[in-house]
């Protein structure tokens, strides 16, 4: 395997599977995978919410919690889909979506609802325009749950009058700051609340057949809005309108760029590489599937050890070298072990992408104890094979150390938690 088909396998997908043949053209590899169709099967938010309504019904034990079932459901075949596909760059670029746009299962009652979001809201979109992927994030129930949007009333609304519930900034105020145009677009608090007010009345209803988003009207905010100087109309159509402009905006198409390009290429990436990726989406109104591609044009994202995995990263890279069969739910209780458990970010930013977020020493030892328990449970593969399949990015002094080790298991451990498995 040469340098090219490896840092395809390792940078742009998710490791290697057990026995697989390196890509024969890694760059046209890679391109076909953003020309794939999403698979149209998942788990639905219709499910989601019936198992929410009866779990507030019936208030069942934590154990018991059909919300909770659905939970780790979902969240095994999200690991099964990584350890297995053959689309590991679009994969990648599914996980990567779903942490930008982050629903945590620490607001529980999204629990039954992040498999459904990552299959109706990112996994559709992570190639077509971000404005649709934008407007499907934000009319989804799990995130209307999760950043509270769903209660949030005008205070000149009917109910906002009769009630006086309040407004709630949390949707407004992370789709600015996270979502799209980032603080460096120099927008304020009072378009803060003034984009809250565009979005009061994105509610979900639990009631209806099937249950599901549901714009209600008696509880926005009547009236135009200005946010960052453009006004919008009042009723559903102001916030459609609201959020093609964000995703429209130069500040966003950077905000972007420097994520994608600091995830694929370097934790503190190249002025030019942003550049790239953030012309291919202004020039492309948006087009993510065009600017995943212009990330294989950079030089800099084809060289290897300059990203360090996270520990979803390395697990799934673990499986798939070593073939897991049971690889889901040991992987579960490992990235709870190793501080990033599934679906469980514990703000709305997301998990961290830089290595200094990961590399403590304490994560460190973690890490090659998790490595030495996979090396435990598994009779294949061959490590010394498996480090001459790794190819090039592999060490020579790693190589000599699997093949001198006092056993297999510590052969295979020694592959999993060395540096150069560590980063991709």
């Known amino acids: 395997m040469d340098v090219t ?3 395809a396998l390792v940078r742009f997908g998710l490791g290697p599977r057990a026995e697989e043949a390196p890509p024969g053209d890694p760059r046209s590899w890679l391109r076909r995978q953003l020309q794939t169709q999403a698979a149209s099967d998942g788990p639905t938010s219709t499910e989601g919410l019936e198992a929410l309504r009866a779990d507030r019904e019936e208030k069942p034990l934590p154990q ?6 659905l939970f780790i459901r979902d969240a095994r075949a999200a690991i099964t889909a990584a350890l297995t596909t053959e689309a590991p760059f679009r994969e990648r670029l599914v996980w990567f979506w779903a942490n930008h746009f982050t629903v945590s299962v620490r607001r529980g009652q999204c629990a039954a609802l992040i498999g459904p979001f990552i299959a109706e809201a990112i996994r559709p979109h992570v190639t077509a325009r971000f404005a649709d992927m934008l407007l499907a994030v934000m009319r989804h129930p799990a995130m209307l749950l999760y950043l509270d949007n769903a209660g949030s009333v005008g205070p000149d609304s009917p109910v906002g009058q ?10 407004a105020r992370e789709c600015l700051e996270l979502h799209t145009v980032s603080p460096a677009a120099g927008y304020t608090q009072a378009d803060v609340t003034s984009f809250a007010r565009v979005l009061t009345g994105w509610s979900i209803d639990l009631q209806q057949s099937p249950p599901g988003f549901r714009f209600r009207p008696f509880t926005h905010e009547p009236g135009a809005k200005i946010v960052m100087g453009r006004t919008f109309p009042e009723g559903e159509e102001g916030g459609i309108e609201a959020l093609a402009f964000l995703a429209a905006h130069p500040a ?3 905000h972007l760029a420097l994520k994608l390009t600091r995830h694929f290429v370097a934790d503190d990436p190249p002025p030019a590489a942003v550049r790239l990726v953030e012309g291919r989406l202004r020039d492309t109104d948006g087009d993510l599937g065009a600017a995943a591609a212009a990330l294989l044009d950079i ?3 084809w060289q290897s050890d300059t990203k360090i995995r996270t520990p979803a990263d390395f697990l799934i890279a673990a499986g798939r070298a070593t073939g897991m069969s049971d690889a889901p739910e ?4 490992a990235m709870r072990m190793l501080g990033q458990p599934m679906w469980a970010a514990p703000q709305p930013d997301g998990w961290p992408d830089r290595a200094a977020d990961w590399l403590s020493p304490e994560a460190m030892l973690r890490r090659a104890d998790v490595a030495y328990a996979i090396a435990g449970m598994q009779a294949e593969p061959d490590p010394s094979q498996l480090a001459e399949a790794l190819g090039p990015l592999v060490r020579p002094a790693t190589l000599s150390a699997v093949q001198h080790a006092g ?11 060395a540096p150069e498995f ?3």
């Open 5 to 7: 088909a490896a840092q």
């Open 64 to 69: 018991k919690s059909r919300s909770r079932a």
């Open 162 to 171: 009769r009630t006086h519930r309040g407004l709630n900034e949390n949707l």
């Open 252 to 254: 966003t198409h950077h």
């Open 299 to 301: 030089p800099q994202a």
């Open 330 to 333: 040991r992987a579960l209780g």
């Open 407 to 417: 056993s297999r298991r510590e052969a295979l451990a020694l592959l999993l938690a």
């Open 422 to 424: 560590q980063r991709r």
